[in-house]
């Protein structure tokens, strides 16, 4: 069926590492994405975006990989901070003005 | 600019009972949405509106219902309550609803309890 997932569900780092969180899509005629940080007891907080048409997006220690053959979406980010540690969501839009989210992994950076 | 309010941060109903979830913006925002979240589902779009006067169904919509009077306010209505909807509810809004390009907005949540 159509879904946005994720492949880890808890993803354990040292400081000063980088980081990588994977996300599948299976719909294809999703046509942009989104990567979203929530901390506890907080609503979700933007961090970056990439249209399909887009292989790669960079913003501020983050960048965004869209892999439109497999469907594979990740998020990396660079030289991981304590307070990088969150819940990471992706999102795509499937219909006109609607984001789906995927299930969330959780980013725990160790000092 | 406060950005996106809700209110209450918390919430214990008992089955059967009526309430309110309320959220606001101050941006003038066109597009607002409601979630929920519960474990493990990631969040789940119950309605949304595209402009005042404007609503739509979103992925679980059944048990609440939504008005959007005014651009500012986007109510939710749970109008019997049931322990299903036991959750935390996300309100979110961004200034067009056709570009999702614009940065969606969320605001900080209202835990409810069902029992």
């Known amino acids: 069926g159509e879904s946005v997932g994720l492949h880890l569900p808890t993803l354990s780092v040292q400081e000063g590492d980088n980081s990588i969180i994977n996300c599948a899509y299976s719909n294809s005629a999703s046509d942009y994405f989104i990567w979203y940080k929530q901390e506890s007891g907080k609503g979700p907080q933007f961090i970056i975006d990439i249209r399909s048409n887009m292989d790669k997006r960079q913003g501020q220690r983050v960048t965004v990989l869209l892999n439109k053959t497999v469907k594979h979406l990740s998020l990396q980010i660079a030289a991981t901070q304590p307070g990088d540690s969150a819940v990471y969501f992706c999102a795509e839009k499937r219909r006109s003005s609607t984001l789906t989210f995927g299930k969330g992994t959780m980013l725990l950076v160790s000092p | ?115």
């Not at chain 2, 600019?1 to 101050?26: E, H, I, R, W, Y």
């Not at chain 2, 474990?39 to 679980?60: C, F, K, N, W």
């Not at chain 2, 019997?80 to 036991?86: E, F, G, H, L």
Request: glycine share 10%; hydrophobic share 30%.
């Open chain 2, 1 to 115: 600019n406060a950005g996106v309010t809700q209110t209450p941060k918390f919430q214990v109903l008992k089955t059967g009972q009526s309430m309110t979830l309320q959220c606001a913006q101050d941006m003038n925002h066109e597009y607002m949405s409601w979630y929920r979240q519960d474990p493990g589902m990631g969040l789940r779009l119950i309605h949304y509106s595209v402009g005042a006067g404007i609503t739509d169904q979103g992925e679980v919509p059944n048990g609440y219902n939504v008005s959007r009077s005014t651009t500012e306010d986007f109510p939710l209505r749970l109008l019997s309550a049931a322990p299903s909807q036991t959750s935390v509810y996300f309100c979110a809004s961004r200034n067009s609803p056709a570009d999702p390009g614009n940065e969606q907005y969320f605001g900080p949540g209202t835990r409810l309890t069902v029992t």
